[in-house]
């Protein structure tokens, strides 16, 4: 049983279209339209291989695979998201990688005892919105959730506003 890089190839490429930079790699910003529709792409994917799939108050977004028991999950993932005319693999392999390992699972009917949860975290670069990793540093207890949600781009966008506005269901 092996992930298949073909496989995994193909999908980095059909990401490497969300925010496509003119001479390469992407431009893909926290909540721009291309990673609205990548995050889309992945929440799709998800629903193709029966994972259940949830979107936090912070817009990550996490596809579980259920254990055979009970136990806490095993997160495997990274952002989507990236910095302007980023590389092709920043992130999106994080998530692509983690992807592929579940699918693999899932194609094998192969349950492990713990849940495996593939993530998404939103605004991991924190170009768009500052700090870097907010969303996921909420989780770990360095950022309080609602100073995040008073959050500006400089454009003056607030992060929560803007978060509700988004439709990540296609």
Sequence with gaps: MNCELKRLQQ???????????????????????PDVDARTQLIQMMEEINLRVSIDDLGNIYGTYEGKEDLPPIILGSHGDSVEKGGNFDGILGILGAYEVVKVLHE???????????????????????????????????????????????KGINFNRLLNKVDLTG
């Design 108 to 154: 094998n009917q192969i349950r492990l005892r713990h849940p495996i949860v593939v993530a998404d975290f939103t605004n991991e670069e924190g170009v768009r919105f500052g700090p870097a990793m907010f969303c996921s540093g909420v989780l770990a207890g360095v950022y309080e959730e609602q100073k995040i949600f008073f959050t500006k781009d400089r």
């Design 11 to 33: 999908s980095i490429l059909k990401f490497s279209h969300f925010g496509k930079s003119e001479n390469g790699g992407v431009t893909r910003l926290t909540l721009t339209q």
